[in-house]
């Protein structure tokens, strides 16, 4: 048997963590065990369903690196079959018109909560002659589920779960406009997709009750279940946004990587021993349903970060300068282009380069990069933060101003001559090192804080450097 297995996400919004993490399983299982990973797009909701919300599910999967192996399969495309399938159930006495109107409806769930029973659907036109119709209802179609008994589900993940055929009322299965409900459409589309293996959020437990009642009903063999535990926030309370729980494409544009982000989505849930770390193909080789959890899993926006920082200090320095550049250009839209707002020479790129084997220890996000590597590409005068504006008061443009003259007549401009030569300088003039390399500091980068003041120097190289030592010294 090939395994498939699908997400099926509706495109009512954007998508989130939930249903990365779902998509996520879902493709970790079909490619370890060599089969076919598919997307479906649930668009039968046409009112709520948008094509930015399609395009942004694309682009979220994309972006993790999620590729799907056939065509995406809209279900909206599919209402011929729903329909086809309705009829069939319809002439073999598995299926009934039902002419309750939705005034009954709500009248029969009131007096169900008064009486402190479930207020699922009563059952009044099950086996009702279709002569009492009333005039001008038209029907909807609901399903002749079982009544007696048990619906068994051998759930991959949660084990044996059982729910009373007294549990699960008459669904609807086409709508009295003639479209098919999520459980209709669902089946169906499993079957025809040939789906082996569902792997979805806990939330959907009930309608695999009620989906593997109606693959029986349609003489077809169900998939295998596999329900994940929700996502809590870090206090164990529904996720929501004041987690940090955002959607995907907002998590790339502050800078997160698809490889920490796939890092960090696979350990909400699943775990191998105490490995934090995997790569692709790691989860590939170790992934199995058996390993995940069956507790909500924590959603941690510190955690994410620190995975994310080990992914941007593992990556490669040519990469990162590629990944933070349009950062450090600024993007403004311009119809459907992007133009940067400022064009950044070759040599100053160059210089990010140079600088980021230090530059990516500090950062855990490529915004915090592309801001600590800012000062690289800016041009003279360079803007000074707060804090490196009162490092320049004092003395300190004096001393910058004496400092100039050795600075000038090195011969070799190296990391090491020039911490000599400051060294040098402090030593001479009776000062901690620090006295002089702060203000140093924050002439050559606007901040307070920095990579290390002699590997800037040399990455700036002697003409740029001297030229913003000579403007913070003027500020005298």
């Known amino acids: 048997m090939t395994v498939v297995t699908r997400f099926a996400p509706s495109p009512t919004g954007m998508l989130h963590i939930g249903g990365a993490r779902t998509a996520l399983f879902n493709w970790l299982f079909s490619r370890h065990h060599g089969g076919e990973f598919l997307l479906r797009v649930e668009d039968t909701d046409r009112e709520r369903s948008t094509p930015e919300a399609v395009d942004a599910i694309f682009e979220g999967l994309d972006w993790l690196g999620l590729e799907r192996d056939r065509e995406p399969v809209y279900q909206s495309h599919n209402l011929a079959r729903h329909q086809e399938l309705v009829r069939q159930l319809l002439a073999e006495g598995k299926a009934y018109h039902c002419y309750t109107t939705p005034d009954?409806?709500?009248?029969?769930?009131?007096?169900?909560?008064?009486?402190?029973?479930?207020t699922g659907y009563?059952?009044?036109?099950?086996?009702?002659?279709?002569?009492?119709?009333?005039?001008?209802?038209?029907?909807?179609?609901?399903?002749?589920?079982?009544?007696?008994?048990?619906?068994?589900?051998?759930?991959?993940?949660l084990g044996e779960v059982r729910f009373d055929s007294a549990q699960l009322d008459d669904m609807i299965l086409l709508r009295s406009d003639g479209t098919p409900t999520y459980m209709l459409a669902v089946v169906a589309d499993d079957h025809d997709m040939g789906i082996t293996h569902v792997i979805r959020g806990v939330d959907h437990l009930t309608n695999a009750a009620r989906q593997i009642q109606l693959f029986r009903a349609l003489d077809w063999e169900a998939p295998e279940f596999a329900h994940i535990p929700l996502i809590h926030g870090s206090d164990g309370a529904k996720l929501s946004k004041r987690h940090g729980a955002l959607a995907v494409g907002a998590y790339r544009e502050q800078g997160f990587l698809p490889a920490a982000m796939r890092n960090f989505l696979v350990r909400l849930g699943w775990s191998h021993g105490d490995e934090e770390v995997f790569s692709k193909g790691q989860m590939i080789d170790l992934f199995g349903l058996g390993a995940v959890g069956k507790s909500p899993a924590r959603f941690d926006m510190d955690k994410l970060l620190n995975v994310n920082g080990h992914y941007i200090r593992q990556s490669d320095d040519k990469n990162l300068v590629i990944a933070i550049t349009p950062l450090l250009q600024g993007l403004e839209v311009l119809g459907f282009l992007k133009i940067p707002i400022i064009r950044i020479e070759s040599a100053k790129?160059?210089?990010?380069?140079?600088?980021?084997?230090?530059?990516?220890?500090?950062?855990?996000?490529?915004?915090?990069?592309?801001?600590?590597?800012?000062f690289l590409v800016t041009t003279r005068p360079i803007e000074m933060i707060p804090k490196a504006a009162k490092l320049l008061k004092g003395d300190a443009p004096g001393l910058l101003q004496e400092l100039l003259n050795p600075l000038k007549s090195l011969e070799n401009w190296s990391t090491e001559a020039l911490e000599a030569c400051v060294k040098q300088f402090a030593e001479a003039n009776d000062l901690k090192l620090g006295t002089i390399a702060q203000p140093l500091r924050a002439a050559l980068t606007g901040s307070n804080a920095s990579p290390g003041i002699f590997d800037v120097l040399a990455v700036l190289g002697r003409e740029e450097s001297l030229g913003r030592i000579a403007d913070a010294a003027s500020t005298a």
């Open 104 to 118: 009954e409806l709500a009248e029969m769930r009131d007096q169900a909560r008064a009486e402190g029973r479930p």
């Open 349 to 374: 790129l160059a210089r990010v380069e140079g600088l980021m084997p230090e530059l990516k220890k500090r950062a855990r996000t490529l915004v915090e990069l592309a801001e600590n590597a800012r």
């Open 122 to 157: 009563d059952g009044r036109w099950r086996d009702r002659d279709p002569s009492d119709a009333p005039p001008g209802v038209t029907p909807a179609i609901r399903f002749k589920a079982p009544i007696e008994g048990q619906t068994i589900i051998d759930d991959q993940v």
